[in-house]
DNA sequence: TCTTGACCTTCCAACAATGGGAAGCTTTAC
DNA sequence: GTAAAGCTTCCCATTGTTGGAAGGTCAAGA
């Protein structure tokens, strides 16, 4: 199998296969007399592995990580699970950092009039100008006992 | 007021602030004779106001925009909030693909014993293979009624 | 058999935003 | 006057991915 049906069986384009044999996530593929990359139906297996691993937002390095354990038929399902457990660590800090910056920026838009005049807090926020004055202005609509 | 002094009253490292001056988005800053830059209070003004843009999470593409209307006091603040918006759309859609691979992830792991045994849902479902079983298990032990 | 188009190969560049570091000049402090 | 700290530019690396150029190969049709 050439790299363009390895390609549309895994879902792994040409180009990034060739990107995870050169730094070594996935292993030389074999190559026909003329230097064609020809793929086994195992090599498609490990690409469609990556594929599904890429979705779930693991990275390169962790993939090593993953499919190391994966060939390891010795390999303890604690292992594996930590490798799981800290992505989704890693994840849950990346949606509270976008979280946060979306409920600021939330905060800021509703208190945008949104019309032809040129007054707004979020390019006030911004630049920090009046900065008491922005205060005062969440203070009263947002007024705390 | 050289780059050093800059970078600490702005929060934005030496490094990017060049970088900044190189792509345009901030003016071309002063030089002393001996080429140092040379910063305004109004320089290290723009630059604050790029920090806090950047901590929102604005691209370099959107703070193009978001300084343009800052400094035309002819505005609509409509268009300030059409750009913040728009951010707050992208951070959603981030947002949610984050949190797809988190639930996925998350399931899987639940699914996971975590023990010295090589079985592991997860990379089961990573290389899809013996998917009935996989979701056999799945349905004996969160059983719908 | 020759041609053509669709594939494959490698190598190089670019993206976005940031940090690291080298070589060399300037300023500051002692 | 010297040494340290800070500045300058320039180049490189990162992460994962795409694009393209130059050139070889394969398959189908004339």
């Known amino acids: 199998m050439n790299i363009g049906q390895a390609a549309k069986a895994s879902g792994v384009s040409g180009k990034m296969i060739r990107y995870y044999e050169d730094v070594g996530l996935i292993p030389r593929i074999s190559r026909t007399d003329s230097g064609y990359r020809d793929f086994s139906e195992k090599d498609v297996h490990i690409l469609r592995f990556i594929s599904r691993a890429r979705s779930l937002g693991f990275s390169v390095e962790q993939m090593y990580n993953l499919l190391a354990l994966w060939q390891d038929r010795n390999r303890a399902s604690s292992d594996v699970k ?12 990346k949606i509270k950092k976008l979280q946060d910056m979306r409920e600021t920026l939330l905060h800021l838009a509703n208190h945008c009039h949104g019309d032809h005049r040129p007054d707004c807090p979020i390019l006030g926020d911004l630049a920090a100008e009046a900065q008491e004055l922005e ?4 203070g009263q609509e947002l007024p705390e006992p």
């Open 82 to 93: 930590a490798v799981a457990l800290a992505h989704i660590d890693e994840l849950d800090s």
């Open 135 to 138: 205060d005062q202005r969440a």
